[in-house]
Nanobody, 122 residues
Framework: QVQLVESGGGLVQAGASLRLSCVGS????????MGWFRQAPGKEREFVAA??????YYSEAVKGRFTISRDNTRNTMSLQMNSLKPEDTARYYC?????????????????WGQGTQVTVSS
């Protein structure tokens, strides 16, 4: 069974940091683009960051504060989140797709995790 499992969410104060992790199982994701999305209550899911083969891309909302990375030997991906703001509060989802461009759209993405909750208090 192919799975992506997120961890590392929690409740923090504004200005704090969190590190999210995504572990893949059932297949290797080394050749796939991987990324993070988030969805706040009452809002649509939005793109956060993606990483391909030597390429990274961030939304304007998180650029300069979040850093995406991956370890293909461990089939994992991480999102280091610094200077967190209350507007970063959302459920964060790990995703993977064969296409970096497709992944960034968030549409018809092949693999999704179940998400991990991040809550930032003011």
């Amino acid at each position: 069974q192919v799975q992506l499992v997120e961890s590392g969410g929690g409740l923090v104060q504004a200005g704090a940091s969190l590190r999210l992790s995504c572990v893949g199982s059932g297949r290797t994701f080394a050749d796939d683009a991987m990324g993070w999305f988030r969805q706040a209550p009452g809002k649509e899911r939005e793109f956060v960051a993606a990483i391909g083969s030597g390429t990274t891309y961030y939304s304007e909302a998180v650029k300069g504060r979040f850093t995406i990375s991956r370890d293909n030997t461990r089939n994992t991906m991480s999102l280091q989140m610094n200077s967190l703001k209350p507007e970063d509060t959302a459920r964060y989802y790990c995703a993977a797709d064969y296409s970096f461009a497709q992944l960034r759209t968030g549409r018809n993405v092949y693999f999704w995790g179940q998400g991990t909750q991040v809550t930032v208090s003011s």
